[in-house]
């Protein structure tokens, strides 16, 4: 089993971008054999989804609530996955966690193997 680590997070101003970076960790290196998530969690609230990538890269998903501001992508050595977050708003405030997700198929929900132990996303107004 996979283990993932996140990276990326900070202070940023409504507006702003980020990008959080996720990482296998330990002996093995790779994700090309997972599929991949990230997934936040305020405050107060639930974790909730916020985008997938299939296995090649190919095919992505994303929540209605970050659709056209987020990317999610992998490197072609399926070592990382990013998420690009353009257009920060105060309510994106939260612990973002990468999670892994051995195979072919992308879940939207929190039906993963390997969760990272989350970045601070803090977006001042």
């Known amino acids: 089993q996979v283990h993932v680590a996140e990276s990326g997070g900070g202070l940023v101003q409504a507006g702003g971008s980020l990008r959080l970076s996720c990482a296998a960790s330990g002996a093995r290196r790779t994700l090309s054999s997972y599929s991949m998530g990230w997934f936040r969690q305020a405050p107060g609230m639930e974790r909730e989804f916020v985008a997938a990538?299939?296995?090649?890269?190919?095919?992505?998903y994303y929540g209605d609530s970050v659709k056209g501001r987020f990317t999610i992508s992998r490197d072609n050595a399926k070592t990382t996955v990013y998420l690009q977050m353009n257009s920060l708003k105060p309510e994106d405030t939260a612990v973002y966690y990468c999670?892994?997700?051995?195979?072919?198929?992308?879940?939207?929900?929190?039906?993963?193997?390997?969760w990272g132990q989350g970045t601070q996303v803090t977006v001042s107004s």
């Open positions: 999670a892994a997700r051995r195979g072919f198929r992308v879940v939207t929900t929190q039906d993963y193997d390997s």
């Open positions: 990538i299939s296995m090649s890269g190919g095919a992505t």
